[in-house]
Structures are given as structure tokens and as C-alpha cells.
């Protein structure tokens, strides 16, 4: 009813504006035209189900920035349109005027979001308000530095359908903030120049923290800070080297490492958190937990022979609150090593063991397990349990057979610290005290293990030859070229790495006896028929002996670099393979060459000469062996009576006892 | 019965202090040439079995014991080097017996003490057959019987088939300047076969001839003695026998016997071999039936 009778005035209206503004053409639209009808604070419509109402506050509208514009500017589809007018109305297009906010607006995260039609994406007057947008200084503005964090927690705030509904890292984004340093200046103190939302995240560039164009993103973060804390290395010097802000900053912690985004407080560091205050307590040797009675005795002399000497306790240990009596009562969770060793974080997450704490698993190790605690060392440290001689003993602190890992491990490998022991990599860190030589976490890497079926862990058969070839490069190389690695595709058989010849924790050096003898077994697995017929020839037979002098697998073939035939640069092709008898036979010829090395007489296809001359022989052996055999069984019953009647005759069995 | 006992029942019965004359049945140097071939023969068998069954766990054993396969090898060389020297002393004494004793090849050949086979060794294997099968009497046997002269050709084959075949395998480098590298691996097929077959022949039949016949048992040391006991001789080989004694000379292949210090050395000796023989044949048949692959 309201609306016909708007309608009505509306007619009225457009009658007067007809006779008034004739001049300028009938289409002419003021302003007071509009607010002819929308000044009607009960003008409203039905939208949807919802009553929307359509009143425009004149008095406010004529306070904004935009007073001087006249509501067809920004309407612009009404533009020339006969009042009044249909609905809906197409969206206002800010752009028209804001182009650079609008373009940068429509990149953010926020554009993308209503461009994919998202119902939760912020607009601009989502922001800013419609027809009251007042100037940013004016501290009434929606958009005053001190309504921002509101503006922004609207959506980022503990239960909206924003923080519930859409991927946001973050949480009690709202309530960090107004506890932070930042907060607590522009709230409680009214400080307008403090940090908002938009200091750090750009009013409209807002875009993920992985976006390298980002404000927050890593790279980006202390240029984002130091718009406001310029100068800030100074005070930092005593922690990071001046020079590395110019020249390394990539090296550098973020900003946000330390001072945590949405929480930074000063505390950190010069608010009475010094390490004294720490160790007034904790210095005690006596002093001990109230629950358990652990003892949290700190050894000061262990941190200063430490790797983190420079790093505060408060900087490991993040939640004490210095306005405590006791700062440290507020902790509640344990040391969390990845706010700087962030990347080393990221990889022991996605490891066995990482993936195992995030269960929960009592037997899980965490980082203090394998590099200590307040007496952490480097890698380089040889008293550091991470020094490459002392890492067998500490992953045997698990893997060591009976011990927590070992007897949840199910896969074949066993014994595999002792074997390490003995194999060549174990003698040669132990014995010759190698430290370049391979230890547990040269080939399991130290934060990414994982087991072998995993195709990103480093001993998955499709990683193991990059990770032998980390050091044994020369075979890597030769080993890609070869038969072994050229035929992937093309054969549906498993082909051989590394460890499938040289075992994985039994590795021994390539020139001892035992390994020579085992080898070719290990080319049996795989090449059955040829390995025996191999077997069968001089080479194979004094091999099978226990003697590694003759010609073996590798001896003719190669090693690594093993080619098929066909290849020019296979030893055996048509160019080399006189030279290859040659290594053991000096004299070889061509002819010598021909020489069956793997020859069968089982064949008669395929090796004639050997499988008559097999059978001829065999034909005579068994033919003589029947006719002597037949012979002498034959005799023996004659034989037997005669030696019974030279015993009767005589008394004796032989002929001549009767002379 | 030990060897001892059998010692004293070689002894001929006192007869007036004098030891009862033997029986010469074979040369010094063709018991010589026996003593040095066994040796050889021996060593051959051990050292080229160990790589025929080198599959077997005690060929592995037996090959260390030996030296390792690289003495082996130079033992089974050198043993086939003496191998052939005994045939070359050997093919010498007979040109030096046709010399002296017969004037002509023909003579030696053709005599009545030949080892090559003639007709009357196709009348006494058929007369053995009927002899076993209790059909006739026991063939009047001569000097040599068929099988004693199969015997002796079966190693004139082995050497010139083993031998030629062996010195292909010794000189591989030089025999390939000549013929098709095949050509060694069917050398290698001959020269193992040939050796098992002789290895098992001599090893079996051929002791049974001379040790296992009951009427033997457990040994006939003639080979080694070169002498038999007058009675023995006429039993054995009546018609050599008969012939000497007709001709009248038989007086002048009768000598002393050795004292009994010799025959416990000889038969230590044999005993030795027999032991040794025997041990590779179980071991080829455990290779063969158990560990074939």
C-alpha cells in the first residue's frame, strides 16, 4: 500500500520536475527528485523475502564525501530513465571513479571471492558504508583507523560464517589483536597511528601470505613493518648481523617468527623477561615441578656452550606474561622449535615421525629426543648427538632391535644398527672415523624420513639411486645410462637399484671376496636361466667354489654402466667385447671371443654342437657302464664259488695257498 | 680278515728255510710305470672333479684342501703331464722290447702275448658268458684276457680323447687362432664326460676285477709285487700256464718273493688308493642323484 501511494507522489513529482526542469531536457534526474520518494523514511520493497529499505538519509548523504555528486553519478543505470523507476537496480560500479581501488580490490582475495560468486565476499559498502561514506580522517568514518579492527571483525571474528565457513588460518584473530601491542595502543589508548588491520594487510590488497605480491608475505613482512618501525635493525643488532638486512634478508627470521602476527607484544624481549629473571628460579638446582616433582633446574652453563647462547628463554619458551609474579605460569604448551625452524618444521610434519607425533604416539620422537634441549648443539659440534659419528648410536636409541621402533617395524630389514656397524659406511665412520662417510640420516635424511613404499621417502626404489649418487655421483651417472635405468617402460619386471646388488645396511667395499661371490647371486635373482648356464662353464663353475679370480657377471658385463649388447658402448658390443677377454686373456682373438660363456647343452636349438656332444658322451658312458656293469655282476656268482672251493681244497681262498 | 692275516697267508709254507719262488707276471718298469700312473690318475680325478661338481658343498671343501683352485689347476696339469710321460716310457718299452725280444711290430703285434684283441678273445668272452650263466667251464685264460686288454686300450683312448681335449682347455688362446670358439666349450663337454666315464669305469669295474672278485678279495697286489704265487697262476691263467710249462720255461720267470716289509708297504699304498678311489665314487653319485642341477 505504502509503495502505490509513493508511486503516486512519485507521478506528482515527476510532473513538476517535467515543468521545472524543463530547460534541461525532460530526462534531467536532481537529486531532489530522487529524494522525493527514497527521503521517505517508510519507502521500502520486498527483496527476496526481506523488506529492504530504499529511505536515504538526506542529512547524511549531505555530510559524506560524496554530497556533491548527484545520485544518477553513481545509479548509473538510471541515467535518463523515467522516474520513478523499476527494480532491481543494477550494483553501484565504485570503479567508475576509484579505478586503482577497484582493480586492486578485484585481484585481493576479496575479489576473487565475488567473482567466484562467493555470497560472503565483501563489497565496498560492506566496508564503507553506501550514502554516508565519510572522508577516512574523519574519526566518524567506517573506515577511521580505529573502527578498522571492527570493520574487519565483522567477518574475522570467532563465530562468523566467514571464520567458520572459509579457510582462514588464524584464530581469535579479533581478540590477539586487541591484546597485542597494536591493539591495546589504538583501543585502550587511542593511539590512531598504532597498527590496524589494514597497516599490515593494505586496505585493499589483501592477499594470501604465499602470494609473493602479498604484504605478509615472508618476503615482504619487514617492509610491511618497517613502514612503521623504521629503523628497527638497530635494535635487533644485538640478534641478527646489520649487514644481513641489505644483503641476506631472505636468511633472516620474518618479523612474524618472533613477534607473532595478531599477538606481537613488546614482552618479548625488554620487558623485564631477561634470562635473569628466568633463572632466579630456575637456576635452583632443587627447584622442581608441582605436579610430578620433574626437576626444572635450568643449567645455565649448558645453554652458554649451546647453539641458542643468544636466544632468550622467553623467545623458546613465548607464553610467559611479564605482568606475572610468576611470567611463566601463563605457559601451556611445550617449546615449539618450528616457530623459526619453520622449513625443518614443515619436513619433519610430513615424515614418519612427525606424522606419528601428530597421533599422539607415545614412542614418536620429538626434536629434543635427537638434538637435546637446552644444551643443543650444532651438527658440526662432536659432542652433539647429531655429530655424523654419533648417529647410529642415536637412531639405535629406537632402532636397535628390541627396541621401541624396531618391534613396531614390519619390513625385512633387521639388526640394521650392528650391520651398519660392519658394513663399509659403518667402518668406515666408526673405525677410520669418516665423518663424510654415510650415516643414517645421509640416505633417510634427518627430518624427512620416511619408509621406503612412500615415493617421496629418499630410500623409495625410485629415489635410492639420487640419494647414493649424493656422494657416489661418477656411478650415479654411469648407472643412469644403463640397461638398468634405459628400460624402465619398457619391461614390466622390477628393475634393480642401488641397494637391490649392494644391500642396504650390509654394504660392504665391491672388492672384497665375499661381495665379488654374493653379486652374482644377486644377478640371478632377476636373470635366472643365464645365471645358470653362467654356472655351468669354467668362469661360473671355479667361481662356485669360493674363488672370485675367474670372469664373474661384472667382469664381462660391467657394473653400473651395463648396456645391452646392441650398444656400441656396451662391453660386450661387437668393438669391445675382444677387448673384454682381453682384461684375463691376453691373447684373445676374435675367434676367442666366440667362446660360449653362458652355454647350455640343453639346448638343442639354440646350442647344437654341446647338446649332441653332451648326449654322444653320455651315450657312451652309460653304454660302457652297462656292458662293464653287466659283466661283472654277471661274475660275481662264478666268482664266489670259486673262492668257496679253494677254501674248501686247501683253507684258504686263495689259489695259491695249496702250493 | 686284515691285511696281516692275508700277509701271513701269502707266506708259502716253510720249505727248508727257502721262501717258495714266485711267479714274474709283470716288468719292474711296467709296476713302476702302474705306482706312478695310480698317482697321477688320482690327482687328476680330485683336482678335476672339484670343478665338475663344484656345486656340491664338499667340492668347495675338497678344493681349499687342495690349495685352491689355482694349485689344483696345476696340479691336474702337471699330473696329466706325467700322465702322458708314463704313455710315452711306455710306447718307448715296447719299441725297445720289439727290439730286443721280437725283431719286428709285426712280431710283437701278431705273437702270442699280444694285447690286441684277437679271435681267441671273442672265444673266451663267449665262453665267460657261458662260464657265468653256467653253461660251459671257465675259459682256459692266457697272458691277457679280453677284459684285461679292454682294459689297457680303454686308457690309450682316454689319453689321446681327455689329453687332446684337456691341452685345448690349457691353451685356449692358441687352440682359438684355429678353430671356432665353440670349439672349447664342446672340448670342455668331452674332457668332463670322458673323465667321469674313466674315473667311474676304473674306480668300479676295473677294481672289481682286481680287488673286489671274491676269489681276490681283498686285494691282488700282483701289479704292484709283479709276483704271483705259482698255484694262483695256474689257476688263473692255465693256458699261459701250461704253454711255459710245455716250452720249459717256466723256471725263468719264477723269482724270490719280497720280504713282508715290502708287501705291508704295497699294500698300505693300495689300500690308500682303493680308499681314495672309492670316496669319489660315492661322491659322484651323491652328486649326481642328490645335488644335479
Redesign the interface.
Known sequence: MRLTSSIARGWLLLASVGLSGGLRGAAAQENPDCLACHGDRSLSMKRGGKTVPLFVDEKKFGASIHASLSCVGCHADLQGKELPHGSPLAKVDCGSCHTQQQKEHAESLHGRAIARGDELAPRCPDCHGDHDILPVKNPRSAVAPQRIPWVCGKCHQEGTPVQRQRVIHEDHILTNYSESIHGEALLKKGLTVAATCVSCHTAHTILRHTDPRSSINRKNIAATCTKCHSQIEAVHRKIIRGELWEKQANSLPACVDCHQPHKARRVFYDQGMADADCMKCHGDPGVRASKGGRTLFVNLEEIRGSRHVRTACSQCHSEVNASRVRPCETITKKVDCTSCHADIGALYQKSTHGMLVAKSDPNAPVCNECHGTHGVLGKRDPASPTFPTNIPDLCARCHREGRKAAVRYTGTEHDIIERYQESIHGKGLLKSGLTVTATCTDCHTAHSVLPISSPESSVNPKNVPATCGRCHHGIEEMFNASVHVTQAGKTDKRLPVCNDCHSAHTIRRADTEGFKLTIMAQCGKCHEEIS?TY?D??H???S????T?TAKCYDCHGAHDIRAIGDPKSHLSRENVVATCQKC?????R??????TH?T?HDPQK?P??FY??WG??G??IG??VV??L??I???????Q??RR?RRKNG???????? | MTPDEAVH??E?PAQSGQP?KQYLRFSRLNRILHVVMIVSFMSLALTGM???F??TAW??IL??LLG???TAGYIHRMAAVLMVTIFILHINDLARRKRREYGSWKALLTGPDTMLPTKRDLKEFVG??R???GMGP?PRYGRWTY?EKFDYFAVFWGICVIGSTGLM?WF???F??L????T???A???HS??A??AV??IF??HF??THL?????PMDIVVFSGR?????????KPAEYEALVNAGTLDEHLVDPYPPIVIRTIRAFAWTALALGFSIVVWIIYAMLFAY?
Open positions: 645358470k654356472f662353464t669354467y661360473g663353475k671355479v662356485q667354489l669360493g674363488y679370480k686373456h691376453p691373447g684373445a682373438t675367434r676367442f671371443a666366440g667362446y660360449l652355454a647343452h646350442y654342437f654341446l656332444t653332451f658322451m653320455t657312451l658312458l660302457t657302464f662293464g656293469g659283466h661283472t654277471l661274475w660275481l656268482p662264478r666268482a664266489i670259486m673262492r679253494f684258504t681262498s686263495r689259489p695259491g695257498g695249496e702250493a | 697267508r701269502m708259502p717258495e672339484t670343478l665338475k663344484s656345486y667340492a668347495a678344493s681349499r685352491g683352485y689355482e665267460s658268458l662260464w657265468f650263466l671257465r677284459w682347455l685356449p688362446e692358441f682359438t687362432l678353430l671356432p670358439g665353440w672349447i666349450n664342446v670342455t663337454i668331452i664326460d670322458e667321469l666315464l667311474g669305469f668300479t669295474v672289481f676285477n672278485r671274491p676269489e681276490k678279495f704271483m704265487p705259482v698255484g694262483e697262476f695256474r689257476e688263473d642341477r
